[in-house]
């Protein structure tokens, strides 16, 4: 049994990590482009190109919460909008041309490229809070009860 909990611990902890990074990696070359530049940069398509590293990081996270049985809702709806979100967005984009550069990026076939973007971001950052709080939930539990136990027998 303590073997199964340090085993989630260190899933949970490596999966939270690796789903941050893409956000993380992206706000602080922006500000040190920026400062560099002296200009603003940002590119909003960043956590998109680390997408393997985000996906490795939640399937961990997925793994942790379904061992801990705990925020597994939370991760698993997280993890699916996060992966549909970017290959939906990726597929329309490909489709309509947009991604070649055939199409002009206007109209809203652009907006609905760039709303998928935002919830695949907002959803980036959903599954991290929820990393955060699978951590929480079993660092919390003290030596009596580490990990939390099902409602319903």
């Known amino acids: 049994m303590e073997k199964?909990?340090?085993?989630?611990?260190?899933?949970?902890?490596?999966?939270?990590?690796?789903?941050?990074?893409?956000?993380?990696?992206?706000?602080?070359?922006?500000?040190?482009?920026?400062?560099?530049?002296?200009?603003?940069?940002?590119?909003y398509l960043m956590p998109l190109e680390l997408f393997p590293v985000a996906l490795v990081g939640g399937g961990l996270l997925l793994w942790a919460a379904l061992l801990a049985r705990s925020r597994r809702g939370l991760i698993a709806w997280g993890f699916g909008?996060?992966?549909?979100?970017?290959?939906?967005?990726?597929?329309?984009?490909e489709t309509t041309g947009l991604a070649s550069g055939q199409t002009e990026p206007t109209g809203w076939i652009w907006t609905l490229v760039l709303v998928s973007i935002g919830i695949y971001w907002l959803v980036l950052v959903e599954l991290g809070i929820a990393g955060l709080?699978?951590?929480?939930?079993?660092f919390r539990n003290g030596t009596k009860r580490t990990l939390p136990q099902p409602d319903c027998v």
Do not use: C, E, N, Y
Not at 85 to 92: A, E, R, Y
Not at 133 to 138: E, N, P
């Open 4 to 43: 199964k909990v340090v085993l989630t611990k260190v899933l949970a902890v490596i999966g939270t990590v690796l789903v941050w990074f893409p956000i993380v990696a992206t706000i602080a070359l922006s500000v040190v482009g920026s400062i560099r530049g002296h200009t603003f940069l940002f590119d």
């Open 81 to 93: 909008i996060m992966a549909g979100m970017l290959i939906g967005g990726q597929v329309l984009a």
């Open 133 to 138: 709080l699978l951590i929480r939930d079993l």
